[in-house]
């Protein structure tokens, strides 16, 4: 039997660490004070007995630990952000607040745009806003807002925002990222009435965003670092998709209609129920879904989120599931896999051994009984067992049970029984011991099966598994926990006469548990020891001091809901009663506070000193000073996109704002957004930023637009700074680990940690003894969750002159457990925990929000390809490139400046980047990958996607059937060796187009030569071991100048010649006939002529012959008259004739 930390005797303890024993001296006549920066300093007994001393003690210790006020900054004012949601229409409106309801953007904001013709923005496009704005305000010490924030603007205070967006869980739908913008707030003035000339009421605004797939926004308020000292402050801000809008245009909270439970199903033969309730027994809420448990029937209700699932998927009423079964329990699952979200129902009567396994997708629930072919109970070979809780460990597709067996002849034991999703297997991990182990004074006792035991049953009752740490407890009327789910630590702090009701994690190195009488006890993983937070000497007199200041989250009668994490911190949810009125308050759990308590109560003794009882403090942590130094640029390890943004500047004397310049602010932000969303072309821009395209036509006006605004000139009295949206690459670290480190391929992350040993000045004389002594007086130890994944290097440096240790710790990745991944996805959870030895509830540090536990460190760790990086195709460099090799670049006719052509004939060369869009790098993409065509068509309307069939014939070497559309030099293939692997050095792409291939004889539809459209895909998985990344880019590749088949080439020739010829031989017989066609239209036109002028000659001869006699004479005159009109007649057209012929 392997021992923990031995409780000795005669005031000595012994510890083990890292292979160290040391031995301290126990606590005789001191007692562990923080508040004393002195190693030792003394306080005289208020009176010499005894029985007085304690009550002196206890009052002295009261005041001395007020954990809200620190006796060096008491003169600095308290104060506090406040921080409210408006609608557009409330803006300015006094007291007045909204609920987040509206998730749609607004599109009455671009009328506010037209106007601004002289400014930075485009008049083309369509500004939208978001629904929402963020008041704020500050109080302090309990005075007046409006005069503190009057003040606060007056010397220059403007407060920053900051919004983080919570990373979707569906990446098939949303890109993963790690996103944030930051704000500066504009100040507007109320527009209630007010005396004064400039300002009675004002408040600051900034725009609220929201990201599609995100609905919990993290919002934290800064100051500029003008004005009055105000705090930081932290606001979970999230779309409530349970609000629906009544008749009276009002929002009211609501889970659907009531539940109708079907009675029916209360203990029928297979499905045993003792008595029928209305209470909810369980009830689990994921993204968008909330599922509750009453009695044995399951329903859920789902919320209404556009952002996530792009519609209206929200429920009208609750939603029964599994009808048919009898469920007896549900399990939550903490993280989401896949795209999807899930949850567990345990079944028991007539499906007693088997797990209804609930997938969660877009708000749809579906569920899957597990194990597939059989039963649990047949799966391990016994006749009856019953599934107690189970554990989904996603990255495995592992589920853990806990399976209680029915034994005829002896008493029920438990196993641990996993069952592989893939496999479908079922293996027995770990036999579960029927009684509790005797510790016999230890803290901790490993499982080994030589050890003896009490007669106190184990009673099971769930498990809890950490994926970061690997840590598997199994817990109950007892604490087990492993790391490997076969070798088991039995924590001895907990009393085996209670029995834990939940237990909750921060998954950041800390644990809190419930037990069924409503105590709490705290765990910090990495070590064995267990503390009692409530009930406590601690907490009343934390709660006692509470009272005495009067606050409005504690009252003598008080029961708690539950306990909660939320940012690494312990929340409690409590429900209050004051003055026969009830309320649930949300509120911190002192942790800290308590535990320094719980360290002073525990550990003093009075000291004789002559005829006087001194109480000694001593200080038991180990340094006095320690600090996180040489810290990296945080972005390239948190993966942490920001944006950073100010509002349009107002050029009226006073500064403030309006609705205008408000909507302004709106739009630009959602257009900043909006921009960051669509930057995912596959061809890369001459500059690596979301925000190029944006201002790149408007900066060369950027002086005349300043100009404007200097003379006051510029429209609405709005000027817009185009550098004040842009998008930070350069954030510089504050002094503390990140909240997460992502790692590729082996990379590495470094840090130091700088520590002032407790203790006296060191003289010259002594240096040299002294540089060993130091080095023994603190030790600090890396634990690694995965230490086949990773590796960590330590180096110790001794800064004797300044008592002083210096580590410098380097956390690498050992290439060796993790395949290829897209960007972000199925990414390996693992952690980094750096210990001070001897630190645990003993080291603590006073801040302006409470004491602060010093001396672990507790990081997680993504191993994988981190999100933000992408594989984008370099036109830039491709198109310089291909024009120096080929010595000349024809374009296609219809220039396209987005996707430029390339000519068939030439040899093709494509280049790619690697870009980072957290940090802004953008380099050559150096190692191999695998280029396939598959896709295309003539046409971007006619494009079609290939089969994989015919990718393989279009693009392997392989190929025999005449199908190969491009072929390269190179020799280097994939293992198969199906596919040609291509590297930046390359000899280039040949274009062939074979017969069978769909590029061969491609039709022409104009008198320039064929197109041809190619959807190409890169990817370098499986051939580049250089990163963890799968990188696959897909685009289009426009080829122009394409060649025809022989028979159409024939066909075409012939069929041209033909038109050619014919069309020779038509003007050679225009020519020729032209004349002769001339000559016989005059002649026709003279002989019509000739007949209509004879015509109307006769039309005037006189039809009587009564004038016939007397006009004789008359007309022998006209005839011959009329002779010579004809002679004239004739002669004309000769003449006519003639001139046509000269001209």
């Known amino acids: 039997m392997e021992r923990g930390r031995e409780k000795g005797e005669g005031g000595q303890k012994v510890s083990r660490f890292g292979g160290k024993v040391r031995t ?14 002195a190693p030792r300093c003394t306080l005289m007994a208020l009176c010499g007995r005894n029985s007085r001393v304690l009550p002196a003690l206890w009052a002295l210790l009261a005041v001395l630990l007020v954990p809200w006020r620190l006796w060096a900054i008491e003169d600095i004012e308290e104060c506090t952000w406040q921080v409210v949601l408006n609608k557009f229409e409330t803006v300015g409106k006094n007291g007045m607040s909204d609920r987040f309801f509206s998730q749609e953007p607004l599109e009455t904001v671009d009328n506010v745009f037209r106007p601004l013709v002289d400014a930075p923005t485009d008049q083309d496009e369509k500004y939208l806003s978001f629904p929402y704005y963020l008041k704020i305000n500050y109080s302090c010490n309990g005075e007046s807002s409006e005069a503190q924030v009057r003040k606060g603007h007056l010397t220059g205070l403007k407060p920053v925002v900051l919004v983080t967006f919570q990373s979707p869980v569906n990446f098939h739908r949303w890109k993963i990222e790690q996103l944030q913008i930051q704000m500066e707030a504009a100040p507007f003035r109320s527009k209630e009435e007010c005396i004064a000339e400039e300002v009675c009421v004002m408040s600051w605004y900034t725009p609220m965003p929201i990201k599609n797939g995100s609905v919990v926004m993290r919002v934290d308020v800064s100051s500029n670092g003008l004005g009055p000292f105000i705090h930081d402050k932290r606001f979970q801000v999230n779309i409530n998709g349970f609000l629906q809008r009544q008749q009276d245009d009002t929002l009211q909270f609501t889970v659907g209609n009531e539940l109708n439970i079907d009675s ?13 309730t209305a209470t909810i027994y369980d009830a689990i809420a994921t993204e968008s879904t909330l599922f509750i448990r009453q009695n044995q029937l399951v329903y859920y209700f789902t919320g209404t989120y556009i952002t996530l699932h792009e519609s209206n998927h929200g429920s009208g009423s609750w939603v029964r599931v599994l009808a048919n079964e009898c469920i007896k329990r549900l399990c939550p699952v903490h993280f989401h896999s896949n795209g999807s979200e899930y949850i567990m129902a345990l079944t028991t009567g007539k499906r007693e051994g088997y797990v209804h396994f609930g997938t969660i997708t877009d708000g749809h629930v579906s569920f899957q009984l597990l194990p597939k072919q059989r039963s649990v109970c047949e799966g391990i070979e016994v006749v009856n067992c019953s599934i107690t809780w189970a554990v989904f460990i996603a990255d495995d597709y592992n589920l853990l049970m806990l399976v209680e067996i029915e ?15 893939v496999r479908d297997n079922l293996v027995i991990l770990y036999t579960i011991p029927e009684f509790i182990p005797d510790a016999r004074g230890l803290e901790f006792l490993m499982i080994l099966g030589t050890e003896s035991y009490t007669n106190f049953p184990m009673v099971p009752k769930g498990m809890f598994y950490n994926p970061y740490k690997n840590l598997l407890l199994i817990w109950g009327n007892f604490l087990l926990q492993s790391y490997n789910y076969e070798n088991f630590i039995y924590l001895a702090d907990f009393p085996k006469e209670e029995s834990i009701k939940y237990l909750v994690n921060s998954f950041h190195g800390d644990m809190a548990i419930v037990t069924e009488t409503e105590e709490i006890w705290y765990l910090l993983e990495g070590s064995y020891r267990m503390y009692k937070l409530f009930p406590s000497k601690g907490w009343g007199m934390y709660i006692n001091l509470q009272m005495m200041h009067q606050s409005s989250l504690y009252t003598s009668n008080e029961t708690m809901v539950t306990l909660f994490y939320e940012d690494s911190k312990l929340y409690q949810l409590v429900y209050l009663m004051n003055n026969q009125k009830g309320r649930l308050v ?24 002559g005829n006087q009882l001194t109480l000694p403090f001593t200080n038991f942590c180990p340094f006095t000073v320690i600090r996180l130094r040489d810290l990296p640029n945080p972005q390239v390890y948190t993966r942490q996109e920001r944006y950073q943004a100010h509002p349009p500047r107002m050029l009226e004397p006073s500064g403030f704002h309006d609705e205008n310049s408000l909507a302004v602010y709106q739009g630009l932000i959602y257009h900043l957004l909006c921009l960051h969303s669509k930057y995912l072309k596959p061809y890369a821009d001459p500059v690596h930023d979301s925000t190029w395209r944006w201002w790149k036509n408007k900066k060369l006006n950027r002086d005349y637009y300043f100009y404007l605004a200097s003379n006051l000139q510029s429209a609405s009295n709005v000027y817009i700074d185009m550098t004040s949206y842009e998008k930070i690459y350069d954030l510089k670290a504050k002094h503390e680990l990140p909240e997460r480190i992502f790692l590729d391929k082996g990379t590495s992350y470094s840090f130091s940690v700088f520590l002032t040993v407790r203790g006296h000045s060191i ?26 994944c990773l590796e960590a290097v330590v180096k110790e440096e001794v800064l004797t002159n300044r008592n002083s240790v210096l580590f410098w710790v380097t956390l690498s990745d050992k290439r060796s457990c993790f395949d290829q991944g897209i960007s972000g996805h ?9 210990k001070v030895v001897g630190t645990v509830g003993r080291c603590f540090q006073n801040t302006h929000q409470g004491p602060r536990m010093q001396g672990n460190f507790m990081v997680p760790v993504l191993i994988g390809c981190p999100p933000g990086k992408r594989l984008a195709f370099d036109i830039t460099y491709t198109l310089e490139y291909n024009r120096l090799q080929n010595k000349h670049y024809f374009d296609c006719v219809n220039v396209d400046p987005e996707m430029p052509c390339f000519l068939f004939r030439d040899i093709f060369y494509p280049f790619f980047l690697i870009q980072d869009l957290v940090t802004g790098d953008s380099g050559s993409f150096q190692g191999s990958y695998v280029l396939k065509v598959i ?19 279009f693009n392997s070497p392989l190929d025999k059937t005449q199908s190969l559309i491009w072929t390269t030099k190179n020799t280097t293939t994939t293992k198969d060796p199906a596919f040609n692997i291509m590297t930046h050095q390359s000899l280039g792409i040949e274009w062939l187009c074979l017969r069978n291939s769909p590029c061969h004889d491609t039709i022409p539809h104009t008198i320039f030569a064929p197109e041809f459209f190619f959807k190409v895909l890169v990817s370098n998985r499986g051939v580049d071991k ?4 799968d990188y696959q880019l897909t685009f289009l590749l426009h080829i122009h100048g394409l060649p025809l088949s022989a028979k159409r080439a024939l066909l075409i020739l012939m069929v041209s010649s033909s038109v050619f010829i014919g069309l020779v031989i038509l003007y050679i017989v225009f020519c020729l006939l032209l004349p002769v066609v001339v000559k016989a239209c005059n002649t026709l036109r003279w002989k019509i002529n000739n007949i209509i002028t004879s015509e109307s000659y006769y039309t005037y001869t006189s039809p009587s012959r009564i004038f016939s006699g007397t006009s004789e004479t008359k007309s022998k005159v006209s005839s011959s008259v009329s002779s010579k009109v004809v002679e004239e007649k004739e002669e004309a057209p000769v003449e006519t004739s003639k001139k046509h012929s000269i001209t």
């Open 935 to 953: 896709g295309g068509g003539p046409t971007m309307d006619t494009i079609r996607e290939y089969s994989e069939e015919e990718i393989y014939r």
């Open 407 to 421: 034994a005829p002849t002896t008493r029920n034991y438990f196993q641990v029984v996993s069952y592989d999703l």
């Open 763 to 788: 003289n010259l004389q002594e240096r040299v003894l002294a540089a060993v002594d130091l080095g023994s007086k603190v030790d600090l130890g890396v634990v690694l969750a995965d230490p086949g």
């Open 826 to 834: 199925h990414l390996l959870k693992t952690s980094m925990l750096v």
């Open 1026 to 1029: 250089s990163t963890y990344c």
């Open 24 to 37: 301290e001296q126990a606590l005789t006549d001191k007692v562990r004070a923080t508040f004393c920066a």
């Open 264 to 276: 029916c199903w209360v203990g029928s033969f297979y499905c045993p129920q003792a008595s029928f």
């Open 586 to 609: 949300k509120r911190l759990m002192p942790v800290e506070e308590l535990l320094m308590y719980h360290q002073l109560s525990d550990h003093y003794l009075l000291h004789q000193r």
